[in-house]
């Protein structure tokens, strides 16, 4: 029975590059077959209907789809009332625990100077400062405002994001020895990077980074083979800009993780290239790194390989890796060509060019 | 009378370079006397008595000194009963609110592929996630850890914060119009660029962003040549990459004017060249971005440059600007001419050499 696949554009050029990314999934031949169903959301849709994440959306995806694609969302650069992300929504709803964002290297003429690097960031998804759990005060002393935020960090949300860490690790282990050697870019024992700043939040960050390093430590059979190391969050990111090419896995709690993977990001070109999974356990949503960009949405020059990388993403949790790597392949080699590129990677191609393009080395 | 000036290398490459920057200090002629007091602090001195941060160190700043030289802290990388970071505390108890970091790039063969960027970041200094507020508890229905930390952000810190930045903006274009026009390497109108996540932190980085555009908005008279814009912090990061020419004046909350600073810094080369100042209205603490660095503590091979240049931001934020500028001046050119430079800039100085290069420029 064919794989039921929500599609939910929302915003901007969401609604160009999914598109592009399911022509790429209808064409792969000998693959899975798929059933896809057009969602709601977004912050176009709360402007016209009053919600930004309709009942039926979640119904839908909850209750008929194995999977699905995100486009992008608008923030609103205002405060509005009654708004609030469907992104941050759907993640908790569906729970998908795990952000996995892969940021890796593809030798190009489009990034002359890149750094090679080939990480995975796996965010914590679903607590820390995302549960929104606000609240403003006044002091009635000085009459001043006083909000509060509370972050959570849950023994149960640390192991879950730890052990996906660990099992990545090892997945990927396995896929870089179906390669020749020459083309690993990771060449060391699979790594671990627990990043927190317990030096400050020594009981939150100190429950992550305790819960992270015990997935390993109560698993020697299994995990023995991966090497753990810890960066504080504010390391990280210098070692990651200096250097990259030290990181295979970093798990990071959910704020952590979005910021170091916009990082990551800067390392390989364009945001417009660089995919990420929403991972749980029974449900898989794609979803481009990067945002809306109302400054180029509707001319379809968009970036689909951010997309098209999430639906391959899609599929390999979907358990259809073979399936997904040749979508990889595919993408590294029109990167590889250089020839057609969209503007943000220095070319003059068109989001429908760049998917054309791909599709011939599919 | 001579100022008075607390030093507190505390751990590490710390007793390295605070007197280093002493030494510079000390040569500078025509400048301010000093009257220096060494002070205790540190997780080395927590080892050896049981307090990281004694009573008496913040007596003595308190009572008696207009500033200090704080050197590098080591974190502890397991938990440690009782063992709290000095720095936060010493923030918090002179109530240095903002912590000003210069991030600018120098010609220098150390530095071959170097950005182009001189960016000043303004850190919130005395809440959000590091007032630790944190408390864990049980989930009795699972018996799991659920661990959270309180972040804060009121309106009267974030006010002081804004205001430095404003006013840093107007006193970094008055030192600005005061070089040819060919060195200064920001060329646009004063801007200050607002670091936040109101996208899901509604509401206390929706209280931070309005309280610091009002800082503008109330007082366009002052203000009305400095450029406002805003850059959710995951973008930040990014952009900081991909075109750290297009900042000026940066002004963030606590935890991100921490990880942007690091970043920043892996764009000049080093961390150990960029400085800090902890700033109040009554006492200034300079204090070099970089850490303890255990790997090479006591080898005489510490990087003092960003000791240095935070002992300048020290005399500048006491009012002695012009031999601020000298200290910069003499560092500027020692890596110009970039033949006596520590093993983190590639060279084989001494801590001690690299300090006679500068005075020699003084
Ligand atoms: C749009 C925003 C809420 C979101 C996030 O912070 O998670 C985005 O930055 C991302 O990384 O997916
Ligand atoms: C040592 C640590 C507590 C400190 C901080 O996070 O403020 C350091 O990273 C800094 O930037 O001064």
Redesign the interface.
């Known amino acids: 029975s064919p794989l039921k696949i929500g599609l939910i554009p929302a915003d901007g050029i969401g609604r160009e590059v999914i598109p592009a990314a399911q022509r790429v999934l209808e064409s792969l031949s000998g693959g899975p077959k798929f059933d896809f169903v057009h969602l709601d959301a977004g912050f176009e849709h709360f402007e016209k209907t009053g919600t930004a994440l309709p009942q039926s959306t979640i119904d839908v995806l909850k209750n008929e789809c194995q999977g699905a694609l995100f486009g992008a969302v608008s923030?609103p650069?205002h405060?509005v009332a009654g708004y609030?992300?469907p992104i941050?929504a759907l993640r908790k709803h569906l729970d998908l625990y795990a952000n996995v964002r892969p940021v890796a290297s593809v030798a190009s003429p489009a990034f002359p100077?890149q750094k090679v690097l080939d990480m995975l960031i796996i965010r914590e998804n679903t607590e820390c400062?995302?549960i929104?759990s606000?609240?403003?005060e006044v002091?009635p002393a000085?009459g001043?405002?006083?909000?509060?935020?509370?972050?959570?960090?849950?023994?149960?949300a640390s192991k879950r994001a730890g052990t996906m860490a660990f099992n990545m690790a090892l997945t990927r282990q396995q896929l870089r020895e179906q390669k020749p050697l020459e083309k690993r870019i990771w060449k060391n024992k699979p790594r671990v990077t627990i990043v927190h700043?317990?030096?400050?939040?020594?009981?939150?960050d100190?429950?992550w980074r305790?819960?992270v390093r015990a997935v390993k430590e109560s698993n020697p059979e299994k995990y023995g083979g991966v090497d753990m190391e810890?960066q504080?969050?504010?390391?990280m990111?210098?070692?990651m800009?200096?250097e990259p090419e030290a990181f295979d896995v970093v798990v990071a709690p959910n704020?952590y993780g979005?910021?170091i993977?916009?990082?990551a990001?800067?390392?390989v070109g364009s945001?417009g290239v660089v995919p990420s999974a929403n991972v749980g356990d029974n449900f898989v949503m794609g979803e481009p790194v990067h945002?809306s960009a109302p400054d180029i949405a509707g001319k379809g020059i968009a970036n689909p390989i951010a997309a098209i990388r999430s639906a391959g993403l899609l599929l390999e949790h979907l358990g259809h890796t073979a399936h997904a790597l040749k979508m990889y392949d595919a993408v590294d080699a029109v990167l590889a060509e250089g020839s057609i590129l969209t503007p943000d990677l220095g070319g003059s191609a068109s989001t429908n060019q760049v998917v054309d393009a791909v599709l011939k080395h599919l």
Do not use: P, W
Not at 145 to 156: L, N, P
Not at 232 to 235: A, K, M, P, R
């Open positions: 923030s650069s405060k609030s992300s941050v100077n400062l995302y929104k606000e609240r403003q002091d000085t001043l405002k006083v909000a509060y935020a509370d972050r959570k960090i849950s023994e149960y700043k317990s030096n400050v939040m020594s009981v939150t100190g429950l305790e819960t810890e504080l969050v504010d390391s990111v210098y070692r800009f200096r704020l979005d910021i993977s916009d990082g990001a800067a390392l945001l945002g």
